[in-house]
């Protein structure tokens, strides 16, 4: 694992902590240093990052309180607070 993908996954896990402490803005501080960091070093972001983050706002979302999920033909679809959707397929 190289230094910029061990920092993403340090942000990240800080970010969901922030969360979890409901410090939604340093939670969104940390998503967007993570974005930035993989961005430069051209790394993808992880699926677990991209699935709790808002494209649209940054947000660490948490189901129930800053993020709804639905199930819907297939899909899941998850709409932040600011209102951006995202769906993705079922996971086996
Ligand atoms: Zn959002």
Redesign the pocket.
Known sequence: MTVAAERIDRLHELARAAAADGDTDRARYYVRLARRIAERNRLALPREFRRFT??????Y?RPGRNARVRTRDGHVVIT?????QARYPYEE
């Open positions: 808002c494209d649209a706002c940054d947000a979302l932040c607070d600011c209102g951006a």
